[in-house]
């Protein structure tokens, strides 16, 4: 059972990687991990890291400058695990030229 439900946006690369697999491999299957990126490919690398822990993932295509996209990820990891306990945001948001 999960005690935890952990969105990590950035997740594919970088801080937001590197915290994903640090707390797949500290809690395994005690926490449950909502993992957000725009690159895909990477982003699946990182959950199947973390899915070697035991840990559940969901793996969701998500630009945090995009309000639909966000929308989008916490719908679906409510969906998914019912709720969400805390949230890392490891993401840029890239700014809009003035």
Not at 28 to 49: P, Y
Request: hydrophobic share 50%.
């Amino acid at each position: 059972m999960t005690s935890k439900v952990v969105v990590v946006t950035g997740a594919s690369d970088g801080i937001g990687a590197e915290l994903a697999r640090q707390l797949a491999a500290r809690d395994g299957a005690a926490l449950a991990l909502v993992l957000a990126a725009r690159g895909e490919d990477k982003l699946a690398q990182v959950g199947a890291q973390c899915e070697a822990h035991g840990t559940p993932v969901l793996v969701q295509r998500c630009d945090v400058a995009q309000q639909a996209d966000c929308t989008g990820l916490i719908a679906a990891a409510v969906a998914r695990f019912g709720r969400i306990d805390a949230a890392a945001r490891a993401a840029l948001q890239r700014e809009t030229p003035r």
